[in-house]
């Protein structure tokens, strides 16, 4: 089946700091990737659509320039966490859209942690 | 405003019994609905969707869904549940409408198989 990665699947960091996540499809090429952020024991948000070459489509309430997300491949898309601060712990999780089963699959998740 | 609907938090039954997770949506056209299971500490597996064809659909686990389009439902159902089948069970709406592949989610239900 569809697989797709993430790296790294936890990180520890700094207030301050910036942290970039990956989002890689491993067997499939993706247009369209998304981004979404999960709190406990709650469902996902979607922060963005990540659109290989072009700019991102941000969700209402999510600051672009605090969650700088890069398209630059078919397969590879980043989200980057600018000036970390501890309200920016969380479960990040992206997806990959595989437009031929139009389904999207999940990576395993990054969990964030600021310090 | 278009939305997904899971009405039960939790779900809890015993080891070999029949399960059902319930999903009802209100969108409009003609939406594509998946199923996907998350473990803890994970991303999202995907379980089945239903696109078009035949109402009942199978998919992975022995996990299986009707799509009624009279009551907008897609219940999640499984035969006989396995301790293993323990999990957070989220249903996902792609509206017809729009070629961007944005999914709603259902807030989820958790599922827990006693032995």
């Known amino acids: 089946g569809a697989v797709v990665s993430q790296h790294p699947s936890w990180v520890i960091c700094k207030s301050g700091t910036s942290v970039k996540i990956e989002c890689r499809s491993l067997?499939?090429?993706?247009?369209?990737m998304f981004w979404y952020r999960q709190f406990p024991k709650q469902s996902l948000m979607l922060m963005a659509t990540s659109n290989e070459g072009s700019k991102a489509t941000y969700e209402q309430g999510v600051e672009k320039d605090k969650f700088l997300i890069n398209h630059a491949s078919l397969t590879l898309s980043t989200l980057t966490v600018t000036s970390a601060h501890p309200e920016d712990s969380s479960f990040y999780i992206c997806?990959?859209?595989?437009?031929?089963?139009?389904?999207?699959?999940f990576g395993p998740g990054t969990r964030l942690l600021v310090l | 405003a278009q939305s997904v609907a899971q009405p039960e938090d939790q779900v809890k039954v015993a080891e070999g019994n029949p399960l059902t997770v319930k999903c009802t949506y209100s969108?409009?056209?003609?939406?594509?609905l998946f199923w996907y299971v998350q473990y803890p500490n994970r991303g999202l597996q995907f379980l089945l969707k239903?696109?078009?064809?035949?109402?009942l659909v199978k998919g992975s686990y022995g996990f299986e869904a009707e799509f009624n389009k009279s009551q907008t439902s897609f219940h999640l159902k499984k035969p006989s549940a396995l301790v293993s089948d323990s999990a957070l069970y989220f249903c996902a709406v792609r509206p017809y409408s729009g070629n961007t592949g944005k999914l709603i989610f259902g807030q989820g239900t958790t599922l827990q198989v006693k032995p």
């Open positions: 969108v409009s056209g003609n939406p594509y």
């Open positions: 067997d499939f090429q993706a247009t369209t």
């Open positions: 997806s990959a859209r595989d437009m031929g089963v139009e389904t999207q699959y």
């Open positions: 239903y696109i078009t064809g035949d109402n």
